[in-house]
């Protein structure tokens, strides 16, 4: 069973050296997001809705407010999740090619990438739709199928814990991730599948923003990227160092076990050789 623990050679080493500057790296360049945000950024003037929409009785007219600027950390965040659960399905691939446990590790620790910033995806987005909706949510096409997202995700940990094989969680895990990230390119485009989603359509071809927003916007979402992929690089470190150990207390076990039936199988031995020994002498005596 192979245990190599992450990306080798140099460039693994590489990765290794430099994941707390990614991380520091990524932190700062959010905080300039956010901060850039809330102080340079204008303000969105509001795009007009193609007709006035009716939510939780008030009627919505215009889908980009002073609320917006939740988008310039919420977007980047969102973007992170998809990332993280394509990586998570690419290694449950991997693994199902060449049932290698390093990359069920991978693809596992990658899933929970993905559910910390799926939580922080719901949890600004929910925030967005009360300020600019005016309720914690409503069953519109984009969230219906990210909290779908977020329910396969949780189902794949709950999944994970049924099977107390470490061959049979692997494998029914990485089918299971495959085709739970069916849903990720679903949730990324429905707002441009569904005419009728009044949810923003954010990355446009027509959006021209300004430099002012532009900037901070992507400031963020490559900050979220790296911060992401820095998350990803400890936390298959310290799971990888968790698979050794457990290797290793299954060797010890395996170890411990044969060494058991070695001393039980010396003791038989020794147990017939009396025996026969006792034959041969009692046998002279009876005869």
Same mark, same amino acid.
């Given at each position: 069973?192979? !245990?190599?623990?992450? !990306? ?29 945000? +809330? ?24 889908? &980009? ?5 939740? +988008? ?9 999740? /998809? ?6 399905? /690419? ?7 060449? $049932?290698? $446990? ?6 596992? !620790? ?10 922080? #995806? ?7 739709? =009360?300020?600019?909706?005016? @309720? ?5 096409? *984009?969230? #219906? !199928? ?9 189902? =794949? /940990? ?9 061959? $049979? ?9 495959? @085709? ?11 707002? $441009? ?12 071809? %027509? ?9 901070? /916007? ?14 990803? *690089? ?6 990888? %160092? ?22 039980? %199988?010396?003791? &038989? ?19």
């Amino acid at each position: 069973m192979n !245990t190599e623990k992450g !990306t080798t050679g140099a460039f693994g080493r590489a990765l290794e050296r430099w994941t707390p500057a990614l991380l520091a790296a990524g932190v700062l360049l959010t905080v300039v997001d956010v901060v850039w945000t +809330f102080t340079l950024a204008p303000l969105v003037q509001g795009a007009q809705l193609s007709e006035p929409v009716i939510i939780a009785g008030t009627q919505v007219t215009t889908k &980009l407010l002073l609320s917006q600027k939740i +988008f310039y950390l919420h977007v980047p965040v969102a973007v992170a999740s /998809f990332a993280a659960m394509a990586f998570a399905a /690419f290694f449950a691939i991997r693994f199902l090619m060449t $049932r290698d $446990r390093v990359f069920d590790v991978r693809s596992k !620790t990658a899933m929970e990438i993905t559910l910390v910033f799926i939580v922080a #995806t719901m949890i600004s987005g929910d925030l967005w739709t =009360y300020f600019e909706w005016g @309720v914690w949510w409503t069953w519109e096409p *984009r969230l #219906t !199928t990210y909290f779908i997202l977020m329910l396969l995700v949780i189902g =794949y /940990f709950i999944l994970r814990n049924a099977f107390d094989d470490p061959e $049979r969680r692997a494998r029914f895990s990485a089918v299971f991730g495959v @085709v739970a990230f069916i849903d990720a390119p679903i949730s990324f485009l429905i707002t $441009r599948l569904v005419p009728t989603s009044i949810h923003p359509v954010v990355f446009r071809t %027509d959006s021209g923003l300004p430099p002012m927003m532009l900037i901070p /916007f992507l400031l963020g979402l490559f900050g979220m990227l790296m911060v992401a992929f820095a998350l990803y *690089r400890i936390a298959v470190r310290i799971n990888m %160092d968790a698979l050794e150990v457990e290797e290793l207390k299954q060797q010890l076990e395996e170890q411990d076990a044969w060494a058991q039936r070695a001393r039980a %199988d010396e003791a &038989l031995e020794r147990l017939r050789a009396h025996a026969e020994a006792a034959v041969r002498t009692d046998g002279p005596e009876e005869g």
